[in-house]
């Protein structure tokens, strides 16, 4: 009945809210009592405080002003959808705007526990499982929520284990919905390649975002994480593609401008790239990807400032962001500031425990700091965890030749070239060729003569080691000649001779990462 009264009203105030006149949506709905009107009244009162404050922070003249610019209406909504909520006045979507509000404020134990409710009352909104997943730091919050138990529940937990970077849960998660009958749902495929995407599988995440666009061509979601996968691999003219496609969909989409964004950033335009993602930023200021995009294309830009201010909002908008906490360790170590560094590397580490880049980082920052303890545990757990860049070993065996624990470097050394000739990977000469080097003056010291000999012709393949090489096979070759050496016809194998074999590698000296004792 009510919902009748209320019709013309709320029709008309529709129609304002569409175009975006939110007081005016809110002057015709006062006094309407549906609770459909009601919410669209309190909705518009806070989307006319947001959009106020959008335009106060475009007007401001700095990042301190900006930071001061809050919206005027919220208090006066909080008091009035307690009262509500109180005398148990509030539907699904009421609770939901209620949420929102407390969110706002600050009030995150307060959101929390209105968005439960949320789900409770209407379980199949799904603005209110978001929102609720924004507040979730980390898996040990999830098991004290009362969630209802329903379908949506798993999308949800699906979603979460996501973003917390808890991967092999969240891919069971949504093979089980596949199997319960989801499996033509491509926000699940996308979900997943996503989630391929963040434990860094590029080509599964390329195959299956591939497959999503024979599915759907012309879906937009997720477009940019595809982009960013085209980017890492330079796939230069599958993402010239890619831009051009969108922008024939749609160009005034935010994921669009980020694969614009993400285009001219691979053909090195940075000032371009960086324009495109401000555009994404004035299409939706709270979209994380750009503002993250855009700190990497000012610290290419080699603007330190504006980078540390976006990656501050990329935080903002997402503590659990991982790349704009390491983007943040890395200005400040253009800065020269390795204590800033360390606290921000640290937090990158947090969510990504077992992420190489982010160890390796954190070592380099603890050896700058001189505390090199903590940085040969970095190191070595960053090669236990699988070195995606392959220095970690590189770097163990420098501190130990900087701390002249010789045997040690050389096990090091030893094991970085084991790898690198079982992978069958293209390295960089200058490291390889290091290794070799303080192998071959290793063996010579040690009087292992052969192993010494093989390790002096490799060097030889290097411009920056063939010199010293060569004075060694000199030296080795005068020894024979002398006879103080005995010859022998076939040569160990260079990289794993007897005194040295892999049962004696530096896993018992170094011991598991443990980072609580150091604070930055």
Not at 97 to 126: C, Q, S
Not at 221 to 227: L, V
């Amino acid at each position: 009945m009510e919902d009748a009264q209320d019709m013309d009203a709320y029709t008309l105030a529709k129609a304002y809210f569409d175009v975006k006149e939110y007081d005016r949506a809110a002057h015709f709905l006062h006094g309407c009592n549906s609770k459909k009107a009601y919410f669209l009244y309190m909705y518009s009162r806070y989307l006319s405080g947001e959009k106020k404050k959008d335009d106060e922070t475009v007007d401001s003249l700095g990042p301190l002003e900006k930071g001061q610019v809050k919206n005027e209406a919220l208090r006066e909504l909080r008091v009035e959808l307690s009262k509500k909520h109180q005398a148990r006045e509030l539907d699904g979507f009421g609770l939901y705007l209620y949420g929102v509000v407390l969110r706002k404020l600050d009030l995150v134990k307060e959101a929390i526990d209105v968005f439960v409710e949320a789900t409770h009352v209407l379980p199949l909104h799904w603005g209110a499982w978001l929102e609720l997943c924004n507040l979730i730091t980390d898996k040990e919050m999830l098991k004290f929520l009362s969630l209802p138990d329903t379908w949506m529940k798993e999308f949800f937990l699906a979603h979460i284990y996501t973003e917390l970077q808890l991967i092999e849960e969240a891919l069971q998660k949504y093979q089980n919905l596949i199997d319960v009958g989801f499996s033509k749902s491509s926000y699940i495929v996308s979900q997943i390649a996503v989630a391929y995407h963040n434990i860094r599988d590029i080509d599964k995440a390329l195959s299956i975002f591939n497959e999503l666009r024979k599915q759907d061509p012309y879906r937009i979601e997720n477009m940019d994480t595809f982009s960013n996968l085209l980017y890492v691999r330079s796939m230069k003219s599958e993402l010239s593609y890619l831009a051009h496609n969108l922008c024939e969909i749609d160009k005034y989409r935010v994921e669009t401008c980020c694969v614009i964004g993400n285009y001219y950033s691979l053909r090195s335009q940075h000032e371009k790239a960086a324009l495109y993602f401000q555009r994404a930023l004035k299409l939706n200021p709270r979209y994380l990807g750009a503002w993250t995009l855009m700190g990497h294309e000012y610290m290419e830009m080699k603007n330190t400032s504006a980078a540390i201010q976006a990656y501050r909002h990329a935080i903002e908008v997402n503590k659990r962001d991982y790349r704009a906490w390491y983007g943040l360790g890395q200005t400040y170590e253009i800065l020269k500031m390795p204590f800033y560094c360390l606290y921000y590397y640290r937090r990158a580490h947090q969510l990504r425990p077992n992420d190489s880049r982010m160890l390796v980082a954190l070592g380099e920052c603890y050896e700058k700091l001189n505390q090199l303890v903590e940085a040969k545990k970095c190191y070595w757990r960053a090669y236990a965890v699988g070195d995606v860049e392959k220095m970690a070993l590189v770097k163990l065996a420098k501190l130990h030749e900087q701390l002249t624990e010789s045997e040690q470097a050389a096990q090091c050394y030893i094991k970085y070239i084991q790898d690198i000739y079982s992978c069958g990977e293209i390295v960089e000469h200058l490291e390889e060729s290091t290794a070799f080097r303080y192998l071959a003056q290793y063996y010579f010291k040690c009087k292992l003569w052969d192993e010494a000999s093989t390790c002096a012709q490799k060097c030889c393949a290097f411009n920056d080691t063939r010199e010293e090489g060569k004075a060694l096979l000199r030296q080795i070759l005068q020894l024979r000649n002398q006879g103080e050496i005995p010859s022998t016809e076939m040569p160990a194998p260079f990289f794993l001779p007897a005194s040295l074999s892999a049962n004696n590698t530096p896993t018992r000296r170094v011991s598991p990462l443990n980072l609580s004792s150091v604070t930055p």
